[in-house]
């Protein structure tokens, strides 16, 4: 008898909650695999499921519940603020939590730097691309410049950008290195900030698949943080205000925050910690002023 959709997703949910898996993800697979949205997959539960979709479902399901593996590198893709990116394991999978830093610098660039045109945007460690790319097509008018460390996850960032049509200038090397020289006046990034404490406790679906580059921080989770910090001043440009804007682990805000303070004391216009949706910090915000604009 031919199984019905209600049915298959019944037996994914039962069978991954059993192992203490994401019961969610029979039906991310079951949605993919049919081309549906999850409203359509619900109206029509009742519908028959072919045999090759089931067989094709359920082996997906037990590999997850046996190895891990991740399931947007299942499906080769990933959701990112209403858009779908290429992921491969040569980028960290894009989350949720970082679409929060993209509406985020929006508002920041409205309220302190609304009166620059074409703004000049550096992403650093840009991995997959989504924040650049995002970017990019959210606001046009912008000038977006990608920094990776990797020539593999430059790849599957510049894919993203022509499949999606956002004009992204992509350059590989460390942090800020490619970019001096050169004039920006905001620098967002989301960098490797997972202790090494935290990245043994990491769930198997993340430490045996996702790329360690992208994830280890150093010893406290901030060496990278230091850095970008630090070489800042570098990529000023000739606005009066430079806005920096990260994504953070949710015990570094003060952390973050306190770098700042010392290396830029008596040009910090604004600076503050922000919360995500789930009320952990998550992002570190702050509009510095130019001193060599003055």
């Known amino acids: 008898m031919t199984e019905k959709r209600y049915e298959l ?9 059993t192992h203490h898996r994401d019961e969610n993800i029979g039906e991310i ?7 549906l949205s999850r409203t359509d997959l619900i109206v029509d539960a009742n519908e028959p499921v072919a045999h090759e979709d089931a067989v094709w479902i359920r082996g997906k399901v037990r590999d997850h519940v046996l190895h891990g ?25 894009p ?45 046009p008018d912008w000038h977006v410049t990608a920094v990776d460390l990797s020539a593999k996850a430059l790849r599957v960032a510049r894919e993203n950008a022509a ?20 004039s920006f006046n905001l620098l967002v990034s989301n960098p490797p900030y997972i202790t090494r404490k935290e990245m043994s406790e ?3 679906t993340v430490s045996d698949y996702e790329p360690h580059l992208a994830l280890f921080g150093g010893e406290d989770g901030l060496d990278f943080y230091r850095e970008i910090v ?8 000739n606005a009066h205000t430079f806005i920096a804007a990260f994504e953070i682990g949710a015990s570094q805000g003060r952390a973050v925050a306190d ?21 952990c910090d998550r992002n570190v915000m702050t509009v510095l002023k130019n001193l060599l604009h003055e």
């Not at 989350?95 to 992403?123: F, H, M, P």
């Open 202 to 204: 990491l769930n198997d």
């Open 29 to 35: 697979l079951l949605c993919a695999r049919l081309g």
């Open 9 to 17: 997703l019944n037996w994914a949910s039962s069978y991954l909650n």
């Open 69 to 93: 593996t991740p399931v947007q590198y299942m499906l080769g893709s990933a959701s990112f603020y209403g858009r779908t990116f290429k992921v491969t394991p040569d980028v960290l999978i």
């Open 163 to 182: 499949i999606l049509g956002a004009r992204v200038d992509f350059r590989q090397g460390n942090l800020l290195a490619p970019l001096q020289g050169e």
């Open 230 to 237: 630090a070489a800042l001043p570098s990529i000023f440009g």
């Open 95 to 139: 989350r949720q939590e970082t679409e929060e830093l993209i509406w985020r610098v929006g508002q920041w660039v409205n309220r302190y730097a609304a009166d620059l045109k074409q703004l000049s945007v550096c992403d650093i460690g840009t991995g997959s691309g989504a924040i650049a790319i995002t970017l990019a097509l959210e606001h």
């Open 259 to 279: 770098l700042i303070r010392d290396k830029f004391s008596n040009q910090i216009e604004n600076l503050a910690v922000e919360k995500d949706i789930a009320g």
